[in-house]
């Protein structure tokens, strides 16, 4: 599957940002799906993931509560929903899809085998 994740961008503390990450080469429905980030400097870390069906999700502590993962299998694509930014949000947001027979939502990066390029958010005070 080749990933496409879109919709970063400059936004102010405070503001709410959608990011997009657009699927094709296969049904995104095989596929539990998730997002990282990596800030300047540091290593690319689990932000959140979302089950085949988008009935279960697993955010980490720093986001739970300010970030929503969806998913929308018809249009083959997955959606994180940032809101109440700040500026420690900062960084690359990478989609990941993973396609083991489990119903485990992984939190590692050697978990996922495919990986889209990234989309930069900046947040600025």
């Known amino acids: ?3 496409q994740a879109s919709g970063g961008g400059l936004v102010l ?3 709410s940002l959608r990011l997009s990450c657009d ?3 296969r049904s995104l429905y095989s596929y539990k799906m ?3 980030r ?3 400097g540091k290593e690319r870390v689990f932000v959140g993931a979302i089950s085949r069906s988008g009935g279960t999700t697993s ?7 300010r970030f929503t993962i969806s998913r929308d299998n018809t249009k083959n694509t997955v959606y994180l929903d940032l809101n109440s930014v700040s500026r420690e949000d900062t960084a690359v ?3 990941a899809a993973d396609r083991t027979n489990t119903q485990y939502l992984f939190t590692a990066v050697n978990d996922y085998a495919s990986w889209g390029q990234g989309t930069l958010v900046t947040v600025s005070s």
Request: glycine content about 12%.
């Open 93 to 95: 947001y990478y989609c």
């Open 1 to 3: 599957v080749q990933l």
């Open 59 to 65: 955010y980490a502590d720093s986001v739970k509560g």
């Open 23 to 25: 699927a094709s080469g």
């Open 38 to 40: 990596q800030a300047p």
């Open 34 to 36: 998730a997002w990282f």
């Open 13 to 15: 503390a405070g503001d």
